[in-house]
């Protein structure tokens, strides 16, 4: 394997990575699931899935990451969680007001329980787990960037 | 109560190091040291949910710092006038510490609250929402609003972020040579 088709870090890290992923993400999957009976919820489990796809793409280079998650799929989720969470916010509609809790509440300490909280739990952990793998991204391609000018600059 | 003390101590030390220190990934080291010490504080004193946003949050801070912004030159500025800078910060934090001993004393005590709503939610929130852990029934059931207002501080910002770092209609490096020459 030459140096150039190489991209992000060693052997070591990246057998690592393989492992440990899957594992990451399932482990915000739970806390997002789980949000209304422990401790955790939307916006936690929403970083962590972040934080898996990160920790892919740091591990492995953008060219590969990109093939495993487009940047369409990053703004598509990010829109369809916004636009879940409004909507599960008009359905309070049905039966009164703004945000009622219009699902049946279920037996407490079950997972399917609580009515519309683990809806809600789902649409904010897609919009803040998209959104912020997008800020970083956008921020690690502008580094990119910069270093393409400072190399015009010098040469 | 002791060890949370040690936490605070520890924080402030973190956070002076962090401003004084002159390498910058020493800089943002101490940083995530501060947020680490801030997170095992909220364990301490019973927040479980605030600690484990505190972490990952912390954590995804780190890297983007680390990650991105690290390697871009930043300017320092270690020019003199500090005689002036320490009498400004000094006059300041002792008008701030008048106020707030005027101020603080009407206040309650820790532990009273002036709300006494939140009583209500913890009698009741069990009942009304089915939900066992109550922060999640706050925050999505009886304050949806603030939510719902900051889930959308979260998607205006993340069009705010790529909107500055857009790549279509930027202009190139030779048009902005022409306009420096006018």
Redesign the interface.
């Known amino acids: 394997m030459s140096r150039e088709h190489e991209q992000g870090m060693s052997l070591i890290v990246k057998t690592i990575t393989r492992f440990t992923v899957g594992l990451i993400l399932l482990y915000g999957i739970y806390i997002i699931s789980h949000g209304h009976v422990s401790p955790g919820g939307g916006f936690a489990g929403g970083v962590i899935i972040a934080l898996s796809i990160i920790h892919l793409m740091l591990a492995y280079g953008k060219d590969i990451t990109f093939k495993k998650v487009p940047r369409k799929t990053v703004s598509f989720f990010e829109s369809t969680g916004a636009i879940l969470f409004l909507g599960i916010a008009l359905l309070g509609f049905l039966g009164g007001y703004f945000f009622m809790n219009v699902l049946p509440k279920g037996e407490s300490f079950k997972l399917f329980s609580a009515g519309i909280i683990p809806l809600c739990n789902i649409a904010i952990s897609l919009k803040v787990g998209a959104g912020l793998f997008g800020i970083f991204l956008v921020l690690v391609l502008l580094k990119f960037k910069v270093e393409i000018k400072d190399k015009n600059k010098s040469g | 109560m002791i060890e949370l003390y040690i936490l605070l101590i520890f924080m402030i030390i973190g956070a002076i190091i962090a401003i004084e220190v002159k390498d910058l990934l020493s800089s943002v080291v101490a940083v995530g040291g501060v947020g680490m010490g801030l997170s095992m504080v909220f364990l301490i004193l019973k927040a ?2 605030v ?3 505190q972490l ?2 912390e ?2 801070c780190l ?2 710092l680390i ?3 690290l ?2 030159d930043l300017p320092f500025s270690t020019t003199g006038r500090w005689v002036l800078n320490t009498v400004i910060t000094v006059l300041f934090i002792s008008v701030f510490l008048f106020f707030a001993k005027t101020c603080l004393k009407d206040l309650p005590e820790f532990g009273y609250p002036l709300m006494r709503i939140a009583s209500t939610y913890l009698e009741q929130g ?1 009942m ?6 109550l ?3 706050i ?3 009886f304050r ?2 603030d ?2 207002g900051e ?1 959308t501080i ?2 205006t ?2 069009i705010g ?2 909107t500055v ?1 857009r790549k279509q209609g930027r202009k190139e ?1 030779n048009e902005k040579v022409e306009e420096e020459n006018e």
């Open positions: 479980p949910d600690a484990i946003t990952v949050v954590i995804l890297i983007i990650r991105a912004t390697k871009v069990l009304k929402t089915g939900a066992v852990n922060v999640s029934s925050i999505l059931d949806a609003y939510t719902l889930a979260l998607f910002a993340v972020v790529f770092v490096l």
